[in-house]
Every structure is written in structure tokens, then in C-alpha cells.
């Protein structure tokens, strides 16, 4: 069963549609009780709020001993005038929060070109007004622009058919010639999410796709950045410390692995399985050769090859490789809580919320490491201004993330902040006596319980088996705890020395108008009036359209 990493795809996990909902009071949490001790640390927020502060005492101080940086900061606006752009994977999540606010902060940019998979050009050409101009996203910039709103946009994005998958890109002579004429800076916000994708597809993508960009950014005339978004979880470490140090086979990577070998391996697989046995077995292959490797999927595992190609094939090109955590919806911009499909957190507390599940097999105490899709976005922005524009051509790795922080967040006040808001403002009509999650050492006793609470929702408990639909919904919720259990049991720690120098170097302005720092997130105010909020609205939109 495919369960997809949504920490940059568009691609919303889908929990069946089951129609179980849930509200009601309990007593007050552990890790609930823990956060309101802290409020003296907090700058106070309202659920009426339209807009979050980013103002924490933590922030400040560091706002306040910052005393040497020079009044211009990085210069962002002064580098996004009049640039253009390569982006990839721009109808996905990330990519279009990236492209609002490139357009929103500075509307002078030159062209946004979108590497776009279609069948025609007419195809290619329909899709940025129905995925990205269309999207309530950019209500900001239509309200800007009124009635010019379209042609704004027209003017600014141009679509092409490619496709990283492919060699030379499968981009048309004519076209490839314009975008290398033009670009600025590639921006490959591509790649396949799926944590137990098929070993071949993942390769292709996420390992060989970045070397193909990579390659044609080297005959773009005008390239000043080549900008990769990894993720934070690329190196496969699951205590210690992460550091933002590239990846290298023969260094951080063991000089056993041999990319075309695993290739090699791959094709051999697709031409031995055939039918329906053929992508169960590559899934199988993927996860293996991931193991095998120390890495905990196929996802982190072929996302580490693509950083490793990276880092041999870039010559004096430069290059950054942002790796974000797992990024959920937007903190602040262009409003609290937009989100695109179903994130990696969520399809947990929607089961919780409808009452699929009572608990999840999980550390109350991991580091749960979430980052604002705006903040992202942001920190993107400030890395182009600071490493495009000329000087050292080097490699440079930002952790864009929130655990390295004293205040980071845990799984289980997460889960017990999701209950704050789920009792009091339930999924749905249907009240349920929702109870404060429960938490899981191991999978079996996770598949003892969601078997538990199968039967009492079938109301046949005399009645062993479970039906095909239980048991259907059994196998996704265990299926779901394999593959997310490194993560829920995760206890390393992000550096981020990189990403804090580069806010200590921006100016004021820069910090306010393209705010990252992640010290400053109310979790609290996140979780209970933001996020859950825009996943609501997210889920009803889906059930109306």
C-alpha cells in the first residue's frame, strides 16, 4: 500500500472517506499543561486573529543583539528585480507558495518559467490558469491587481513541456533555448513524495532528475543559482545531530554505493515482474536496497543519491540545497493555515478526529518537526538573494526546520493540541466521545488497538472477524504506522547555524517581509487556530468539489 510523504507533494493521502466524527471535553493534557506554563514566554494570540505574531521573546533577544549587520541586509528585493526563473514541479504545494511570493513581494521579476508534464502545449498552457492563476492562493495579488489580475499573471508565467524524468529534460528544442537564454536561477521543487514508491520510478526522479536539471542549467548563459530543495530527513541519521554538510559518496555516504549499479538493479527488476506483481515487487526492491544502504525508505534514500549527484556533477556552478522538515500549512501568508491536499501529520489527526483511531504507535516524547510552507517559501527567497548574487561559488546546505530551537514541538503535544481544538470543534455533526490519544510502543499493540476500535465501530463485537471494509481500514492504519514509525520514534535534532546566520545578516525589513525564523512559532496558536482550521477548510472543500 502506497503512503505518501507529504512534506513538499500535492498529492493528498486519502483515508477511504470514512465518515466518523468526533467532539467532547476530557481533562487537561500532559504536554497541553506543560505548554500553558510558558506563557510568560509567549507574546498572547486570539483565535480572531487574522494575522499570527512572529514576535517571541526568543526572537526578539536575537532581534535586539543583532547590532552589526549592515542596513540593506542580504538586498532580497534589489535581487528578485528583473530575474527569471526555472521552476519545477509548480502546480505542487511548495512550489506555488514560492511563486505567490515571488510575485507578491516583487511583482518587477521578470519570467517564471514552469517545467510543466503534458500531453501538448495546449495542455501545458491550460494548466497554470486552472492549478496556479485560479487558486484562492493568490487572492492577495488578484485583490492587488483587479482587473489586470490575469494578464499579470500571463505575463509572468510561462509555461513549457518537460519533464525531469526524461533526458535533455523533453523540452523542445525552441523552448529550451529561450529558458536557457533567459534564466537566472533553476528552482527544482520536483520530485517523487511516495515513501515506498517503486524503486525505478524514485531513481529515475529523485536521483538521475536533479543531474539532468543540473545539466542544463551548465548551458543556461545567465545562471547565477541552482537551487535544490532536499529534505531535512535526506541524511538517514536518527539521533545525534543533523548537519547541513552536503552529501558525498566516499564521505558521509558509503563508498559501497554505486548509483548506476542501483539502477542497473531497477531495470532488471521491470523487465523480470510483470502484471500486477511488478510494482509490489519494485516498492519491495526500493525499501530493501534502502535498508540496506541505512536509510528508512526509498524516498530519504533516492532523494540522498540526487544530493549526492549534485555535489559531483555541479563543476563552479553554484549551488544550495534547502532541506525542510515537514512542512505543513502556511503560519502567516498569504493567510493563516492554506494548505494543498492532506500533509504528512494530518492523515493522523483525521482518523483521531473521526474516531478511526484512539492512538498511533508513536514516542509521546519525538521531535515532531514541522515547518510553515510560508517560512519555507521565505527562506528560499533570502538563500537566492544571498548566494546569486556573484561571489563564492560553493555548495551551500540550509536545515530549514524547528527542532534545533528550545522550544520545540513533540508529538504528543501535537496530538493533545489536536485534541484541544477536535472536543470543542469536532470534524463534522456527529459527536463521538473523543479521549486523549493514546500512544504505542510497538506496532503490534497499535494493530490490537485499531483492531478494537474496528470492531466497537461495526457494533459486532460477538463477531471475531472483522468485515472486508475493516479490514481494509486495518491494513491502511498499520501500513500507515510501518512506514511513519522512524519518524514517530525520530530524536535527532536539526543543525541550522547556516539558517540562523543568514537571518542575523538580513535587515529588519528583510525579517519582517520574509519571516523564517522559527523561533518564533506559537505551537500552540499554530496548532489549535491555524493549522487544523485550514485542514477543515481543506477536507470540506474536498468533499464539495
Known amino acids: 500500500m502506497a503512503i505518501t510523504n507529504l512534506l513538499a507533494s500535492s498529492n493528498p493521502v486519502k483515508l477511504d472517506a470514512f465518515s466518523y466524527f468526533s467532539s467532547l471535553s476530557g481533562k487537561q493534557n500532559h504536554y497541553l499543561t506543560c505548554r500553558l506554563t510558558q ?76 517545467l510543466m508534464r503534458s500531453k501538448d502545449q495546449e495542455s501545458a498552457n491550460k494548466r497554470p490558469y486552472d492549478e ?30 518537460g519533464d525531469i524524468g526524461e533526458d535533455n ?12 537564454e533567459e534564466t537566472d536561477v533553476i528552482i527544482n521543487c520536483c520530485g517523487r513524495t511516495t515513501f515506498d514508491d517503486r524503486y525505478d520510478s524514485a531513481i529515475n526522479v529523485n536521483a538521475l532528475g536533479p543531474g539532468r536539471l543540473l545539466s542544463f542549467g551548465k548551458e543556461c548563459k545567465k545562471l547565477k543559482l541552482f ?145 510553515p510552507v510560508d517560512m519555507v517559501a521565505n527562506a528560499a527567497i533570502a538563500v537566492m538573494a544571498k548566494h546569486g548574487s556573484g561571489g563564492v561559488q560553493e555548495l551551500k546546505v540550509y536545515n530549514v526546520t524547528s527542532s534545533s530551537h528550545s522550544n520545540p514541538l513533540r508529538f504528543g503535544e501535537l496530538m493533545d493540541l489536536s485534541y484541544q481544538h477536535l472536543r470543542n470543534s469536532p470534524l463534522g455533526e456527529t459527536v463521538i466521545d473523543l479521549a486523549p490519544m493514546k500512544f504505542h510502543s510497538s506496532l503490534e499493540c497499535f494493530s490490537s488497538s485499531v483492531y478494537n476500535d474496528i470492531r466497537k465501530q461495526e457494533r459486532d463485537s460477538h463477531i471475531s472477524t472483522l468485515s472486508k471494509k475493516g479490514n481494509r481500514r486495518l491494513d491502511y492504519f498499520v501500513s500507515l504506522a510501518r512506514i ?33 525564523d522559527a523561533r518564533g512559532i506559537d505551537w500552540e496558536h499554530y496548532i489549535v487556530n491555524v493549522h487544523i482550521p485550514g485542514l477543515k477548510r481543506q477536507l470540506f472543500q474536498g468533499r464539495s468539489s
Not at 169 to 180: D, H, K, P, Q
Open 227 to 371: 537551487l535544490q530543495f532536499s529534505t531535512a530527513y535526506v541524511t538517514g541519521k536518527k539521533e545525534g545531530i543533523v548537519l547541513e554538510t552536503p552529501l558525498c559518496i566516499g564521505e558521509n555516504i558509503t563508498s559501497d554505493l554505486n548509483i548506476d549499479s542501483e539502477l542497473k538493479l531497477a531495470s532488471e527488476a521491470v523487465r523480470k515482474f510483470r502484471g500486477s506483481e511488478e510494482t509490489k515487487k519494485l516498492k519491495e526492491l526500493g525499501f530493501e536496497r534502502a535498508q540496506h544502504y541505512g536509510w528508512e525508505n526509498t524516498y530519504t534514500f533516492t532523494k540522498a543519491m540526487g544530493e549526492s549527484i549534485i555535489h559531483s556533477k555541479r563543476g563552479d556552478l553554484p549551488v544550495v540545497i534547502i532541506r525542510p522538515s515537514i512542512i505543513e500549512s502556511s503560519y502567516n501568508e498569504p493567510s493563516p493555515g492554506w494548505i494543498q491536499g492532506i500533509r504528512m501529520v494530518d492523515p493522523i489527526i483525521i482518523a483521531y478526529g473521526k474516531g478511526l483511531i484512539s492512538g498511533f504507535c508513536a514516542d509521546s516524547t519525538s521531535l515532531m518537526d514541522i515547518t
Open 39 to 114: 506563557t510568560t514566554r509567549r507574546v498572547q494570540t486570539s483565535c480572531c486573529n487574522h494575522e499570527t505574531s512572529l514576535k517571541a521573546v526568543t526572537s526578539l533577544e536575537m532581534h535586539e543583539a543583532d547590532t552589526r549587520r549592515n542596513c540593506d541586509g542580504v538586498g532580497i528585493l534589489r535581487f528578485l528585480k528583473a530575474k527569471s526563473y526555472l521552476v519545477t514541479g509548480a502546480t505542487g504545494f511548495l512550489a506555488k507558495a514560492l511563486i505567490e511570493k515571488l510575485l507578491r513581494a516583487s511583482p518587477e521579476i521578470g519570467k517564471i518559467f514552469l
Open 484 to 516: 511513519y514509525k522512524p519518524y514517530m520514534f525520530f530524536q535527532a535534532r536539526f543543525d541550522d547555524t547556516n539558517t540562523t546566520t543568514l537571518i542575523q545578516e538580513m535587515s529588519m525589513e528583510e525579517r519582517k517581509m520574509f519571516e523564517f
Open 132 to 161: 496556479i492563476i485560479s487558486s484562492d492562493l493568490f487572492k492577495l495579488l488578484k485583490q492587488t491587481h483587479g482587473s489586470s489580475y490575469e494578464a499579470f499573471m500571463k505575463s509572468k508565467l510561462i509555461p513549457g513541456i
Open 169 to 180: 529534460l523533453g523540452i523542445e528544442s525552441e523552448i529550451a533555448e529561450m529558458i536557457s
